[in-house]
């Protein structure tokens, strides 16, 4: 049958017109056949029309405003980051896992910022030096960069092809490098990271007694609330060139932080504002106008790397998976992810409240002081509580779901210690 070929490929090109040619002489059933063949490349055709308008973005932009409080967005002046929110997919409250910074101990030696800025670059829990980076699945093959004006970060810019970091540069010289590098390179995957609003948020914690801001980062006058508006100006900046290049059809931006913030200030460990931040997908092939209930850093690395095809830097089980639920062509009625990372806070929450309650008690009752020396070796349970001083050891956990099970019969022997004395 010579009369017919298909070409097939993201570049095809079928041709229906001239193919066909009926002659009157030929019977009704070969009308029917051919008419079925006409509507069977028709059908073809739109389905290679969908394929290539699915195609992956050029670029994703991880635009990140240090410490913005989940509240941000509704309390304070930020039209940007709203209109965003309006045109894409968002999360009122992305959880990442409790924003802790040790400068001493394992953990310390190859990490130089906080807990969820490893996590949410390698994508799992399991922290390890010898796990990959979302930006190392991208670079060298194509281009890469971090763009933030300090130096806290040196540790997760680790096989970015272009990374600066300068404690000099002020938010507003941040994002206007950032611009540089895009029109100079072709940038597949970048960081974006404002450190001024968090920076501040320390200082309202710790140094603003007398100031009608006094620990509360809402406060009159607060230099906090001027920071973050300020970074959502600098979104504007970002988006108008973006546009004005003729980028922005082809790019896909996410606007978040790497931590929350404590309305008193900074990222106090057990304080939950401190663990979850707004998070805002937006540009080609995102969902407008939708809200996803849950989601966790760690779905950040995989999401990227599923948005760019390439691979997740890191599987198995600690690893976040990628959230597919962001994309306009997926429904997502039926998005109930699991709540691990909540689940791990509110654990090491508890677990810190409850070790203080029992060293009060011990100092009158030796049993519980026996007690207390047991949770840090396997006497009492299996295994012991895999809290904040532990992290560079979850990975013996094996899966996440084992982690929070071998935690909760540590808080329930706590509990149980409690009751008794």
């Not at 206007?176 to 450190?195: D, Y």
Request: aromatic residues 8%; hydrophobic residues 40%; proline residues 5%.
């Amino acid at each position: 049958m010579r009369w017919w070929r298909l070409w097939s490929g993201a570049s095809a090109i079928i041709c229906i017109n001239g193919i066909f040619s009926l002659n009157c002489k030929i019977n009704n059933d070969m009308k029917r056949i051919h008419v079925g063949l006409v509507l069977f490349l028709l059908y073809l055709l739109s389905v290679n029309i969908s394929t290539l308008s699915a195609k992956e973005p050029e670029r994703v932009i991880l635009f990140m405003i240090d410490g913005m409080h989940w509240q941000a967005p509704e309390k304070l002046n930020m039209p940007v980051l709203n209109s965003l929110i309006k045109e894409g997919t968002y999360v009122r409250k992305s959880y990442m896992i409790i924003p802790h910074h040790p400068t001493v101990g394992d953990y310390s030696l190859s990490n130089s910022c906080s807990f969820p800025n490893p996590m949410l670059h390698e994508g799992t829990i399991f922290l390890s030096p010898k796990n990959k980076m979302i930006q190392e699945m991208i670079s060298p093959k194509q281009q890469t960069a971090f763009v933030v004006n300090t130096t806290a970060y040196r540790s997760v810019g680790r096989g970015f092809s272009t990374c600066i970091m300068d404690n000099s540069l002020t938010d507003d010289q941040t994002v206007q490098q950032a611009i540089n590098l895009l029109e100079s390179q072709e940038i597949r995957f970048m960081r974006v990271h404002l450190q001024s609003p968090g920076s501040l948020g320390t200082n309202i914690a710790m140094f603003s007694e007398g100031k009608p801001y006094a620990r509360d980062v809402f406060g009159e006058g607060s230099p906090y609330v001027e920071a973050i508006e300020n970074a959502d100006r600098l979104l504007g900046e970002l988006i108008d060139y973006l546009k004005t290049a003729g980028k922005w059809e082809s790019t896909v931006l996410i606007v978040t932080s790497d931590h929350g913030q404590s309305k008193v200030g900074w990222h106090p460990m057990l304080d939950e504002d401190s663990w979850v931040t707004p998070l805002v997908f937006g540009g080609t092939g995102i969902a407008r106008g939708r809200e996803l209930p849950y989601f966790e850093h760690t779905d950040l690395a995989p999401t990227i790397a599923r948005l760019l095809g390439v691979e997740a830097p890191n599987t198995g089980g600690g690893a976040g998976k990628a959230v597919e639920e962001i994309m306009a062509k997926t429904d997502a009625s039926s998005y109930h992810p699991a709540r691990y990372i909540k689940t791990i806070n509110q654990q090491i929450r508890q677990y810190n409240i409850l070790y203080a309650q029992l060293v009060l008690v011990a100092e009158k009752n030796n049993y519980v002081a026996n007690i207390i020396s047991s949770l840090s070796n396997e006497y009492l349970t299996p295994e012991p509580f895999y809290h904040q001083d532990r992290i560079t050891e979850w990975h013996r956990a094996g899966s996440t779901e084992h982690l929070i099970e071998a935690n909760e019969d540590v808080l329930h022997k706590m509990k149980e210690t409690l009751l008794i004395k």
